[in-house]
């Protein structure tokens, strides 16, 4: 059993952690531990002396040695004197914003929960409990209902939280995290991912000082600058050992999360729904649904931890049908033509496409409207029969006669104000009524909060879909919500509007991904804008970043793979010098990047020399007969590109039988030590061979002494080495 309740105390334990909770003597919810398994209670772990300017509960009558301030909680709420980051703050009608919750009920539910309107992990095997355990406010009827999620085999728990007003009068939820963790030690330092457009996700390690850090996007969308994720790992965790803990949230827009040192060097961790301009009413007998967070603990170093991401991700959160598929190799227009496209020159990249083994045609931007650059038409998805030469069917059938799939390019949520929709609709834009909106990349954004245009959108996609026989959609989202203003909502409920521009997004997500189930989605937000576990529940993949530089692209799917499976990352091979940097790197370095993530090309292959012509069919080749281990094996980073002069990593076979080991090296400098990587995730008792020459190895060498690469290794010039074990009795034979 996952979930144990034994005198109040709460244990939820997967294969190799224990998440334990315990109510005290005064019906406070305490946070006792997280962390590998023990077989006990650990409240003991709360040991405090008094401490000065702590305020203590009424109940504790003359005792001073009890105080919320100090105490690890389970979800701390403000102004009954615990004086940290709080996980939620109310306010009622008679202006008080304190709660003080404390435990009411508990139970436990066959099967894993599921939060309305939201993206949420699923169970299909029906193998797991949730748990849920009710608090109550001492004074009000409000009721916290805190959810857990026990997936065992796969190290997580998921989280979330339902605030339900059984008041006389309406309330107003002000913050209400996802998951909030206290850790009673602080020796740790927090890894997050940070960026900017065409360089998201970065990789960034910071040590903890006293006070708040804090990450975020108050930009309507998880962002490019910060993604919703966090890692707090122990000071000497590092791949392969240590103690590391991660909180994802599944969410797509604004978000916060603090992580807190406070004075008795304990840890607080929240994640959680941004709440500056947050206010969502409740009036009697509604709820609020907080979104969910996937919390994941590895003894074993970081490497563990995100392969538990990574196969969490793909068994329970990534609902399409696609998502233990191989996926077509792709052709993009994008950076093969931008907007300078018609019916014939798309019809010759297709078919030399076709020629060198790519299976799917991916039409972008400037199908549509009268949009020949990116000032004008969107919101007018007629298509340009002009410009394409022929109806769109009549190309996507000429594809498919090729034997190609066909992919179309949209971008539901904005409209241009060169468009016929926002002459028709201009009540449909989000802005201040006082106030001209912000343009950016000369865009406006609708509004996703009005179901009427949320109704618009799903029955023109369907139309455009249905009658185009479309095999794929890519999902754009060009620009950040500055205005937070949404003509369909009332002035009280404004601040509302963020999360309720979200849940519109979602709902037409679901509406068009569940009616068009054979249709694969790609995400994309300008690059990886708003790449995350919210968006991955309706789209397998997302194009990782608009940067498309082989040398950059080391970094950014580094960063991406802490959290995300390669199977969700998009990434191509372009033409150089890259569009977004100048550089030049060879052909075969551009592959192998991009073959570590769901592999396609972008540029005018009919500009390739025959030569290149016969590498890129190779590529494909190599490619398909390793996609099943890109896609579905164990991914580990074997290096760390930000210290290092090598970007290394490798996918493993669940059965730990084959290893593809790919690595460039940033710069080749004279009379350098060959670079050599230590292999992760092996049977270190075993034989594995070298296919190129075939030299032998034990799992255990490969691992503690590691693997050369080869020494002629130029600037940004990358390498491939395959293993294989081999059957150890017949090693001598070999
Ligand atoms: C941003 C995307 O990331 C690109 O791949 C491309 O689709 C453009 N938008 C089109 O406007």
């Not at 929240?270 to 969910?292: D, M, Y």
């Not at 179309?408 to 028709?424: A, C, G, T």
């Not at 996703?448 to 369907?462: G, I, K, R, S």
């Not at 292959?605 to 996609?627: F, G, R, T």
Request: charge should be negative; glycine fraction near 6%.
């Amino acid at each position: 059993m996952s979930i144990q309740v034994r005198d109040q105390v709460f244990s939820l334990t997967t294969n190799d952690s224990l998440y334990q909770m315990k109510v005290d003597q005064y019906g406070i919810l305490n946070h006792t531990w997280y962390g590998p398994k023990t077989e006990m209670d650990m409240s003991y772990i709360e040991d405090y002396p008094e401490i000065s300017f702590s305020a203590n509960l009424w109940d504790t009558e003359k005792s001073r040695m009890y105080s919320l301030n100090d105490r690890l909680l389970e979800y701390p709420c403000g102004g009954i004197s615990d004086f940290r980051e709080p996980a939620l703050l109310l306010r009622v009608p008679d202006g008080s914003s304190s709660l003080d919750l404390r435990y009411y009920s508990y139970e436990i539910l066959e099967g894993k929960y599921s939060i309305e309107k939201l993206p949420a992990s699923f169970d299909r095997d029906h193998k797991t409990q949730t748990l849920k355990i009710t608090l109550k406010d001492t004074v009000y009827d409000i009721f916290v209902d805190l959810l857990y999620g026990i997936f065992e085999e796969e190290n997580v728990i998921t989280r979330s939280v339902t605030i339900r007003n059984m008041t006389p009068f309406e309330i107003q939820v002000k913050k209400a995290v996802s998951a909030s963790l206290d850790l009673p030690e602080s020796d740790y330092e927090v890894i997050h991912f940070h960026g900017r457009h065409a360089m998201e996700r970065l990789a960034e390690r910071t040590s903890l000082s006293h006070g708040t850090f804090s990450i975020g996007s108050r930009r309507g969308q998880s962002s490019h600058q910060h993604n919703p994720g966090i890692i707090l790992a122990k000071n000497n965790t590092n791949e392969t050992s240590g103690e590391a803990y991660g909180m994802l949230l599944v969410y797509s827009g604004g978000f916060e999360a603090d992580i807190e040192k406070d004075q008795l060097d304990q840890i607080r961790a929240t994640i959680g729904l941004r709440s500056e301009n947050f206010r969502w009413q409740l009036k009697p007998c509604e709820h609020f649904c907080a979104p969910e967070a996937i919390l994941s603990y590895s003894e074993k170093g970081l490497g563990v931890l995100s392969n538990q991401y990574h196969d969490f991700i793909r068994s329970h959160l990534i609902r399409s049908s696609f998502v233990h598929q191989k996926r077509p190799i792709l052709i993009n227009n994008w950076e093969a033509t931008y907007f300078d496209f018609n019916g014939e020159k798309l019809l010759s990249i297709a078919k030399s496409a076709h020629e060198l083994g790519i299976e799917l045609f991916v039409l972008d931007d400037g199908w549509f409207g009268e949009r020949h650059n990116d000032d004008s038409s969107l919101g007018d998805w007629f298509v340009n029969e002009k410009k394409l030469q022929m109806p769109l069917r009549q190309l996507v059938e000429k594809i498919h006669a090729l034997g190609m799939q066909f992919g179309l390019w949209i971008e539901p949520e904005m409209v241009s104000e060169n468009s016929k929709l926002y002459r028709d609709h201009p009540n449909w834009v989000l802005r201040s009524p006082l106030r001209d909106p912000a343009r950016s990349r000369y865009q406006l954004v609708l509004d996703m909060a009005n179901p009427e245009v949320v109704d618009y959108l799903e029955q023109v996609f369907t139309k455009l879909i249905e009658e185009n026989e479309i095999d794929y959609i890519k999902w754009d989202m060009n620009r950040s919500i500055s205005d937070f203003y949404a003509p369909s909502l009332s002035p009280k409920t404004q601040s509302e509007m963020a999360h309720r521009y979200m849940l519109g997004v979602y709902d037409l997500a679901d509406r068009l991904t569940s009616r068009f189930e054979n249709i694969l989605f790609e995400g994309c937000a300008g690059g990886g804008g708003r790449f995350d576990a919210g968006m991955l529940y309706y789209f397998p993949q997302y194009w990782c970043s608009d940067d498309t530089d082989a040398h950059n692209r080391c970094f950014i799917q580094h960063g991406t793979s802490f959290f995300y499976p390669i199977s969700a990352t998009g990434s191509h091979v372009s033409a150089i010098p890259n569009h977004q940097t100048g550089r030049n790197t060879s052909l075969y370095t551009r592959g192998i990047v991009a073959m570590a993530g769901t592999f396609g090309y972008e540029l005018d292959l009919s500009e390739l020399s025959p030569k290149e012509k016969e590498e890129v069919k190779e590529q494909i080749k190599v490619y398909k007969s390793m996609q099943e281990l890109v896609l579905e094996g164990d991914y580990y980073r074997l290096s760390d590109p930000n210290q290092q002069n090598v970007s290394a990593w490798s996918f493993v076979s669940k059965d730990k039988k084959k290893i593809i080991v790919q690595a460039v090296v940033f710069e080749h400098k004279p009379n350098m030590k060959k670079p050599h990587v230590f292999l992760q995730g092996l049977d270190e008792n075993r034989w594995y061979r070298r296919k190129e020459d075939g030299h032998l190895f034990t799992g255990k060498a490969l691992m503690k002494a590691g693997l050369f690469l080869p020494d002629q290794l130029g600037t940004d010039e990358a390498c491939m080495i395959e293993l294989e074990q081999i059957d150890s009795k017949n090693r001598e034979a070999q």
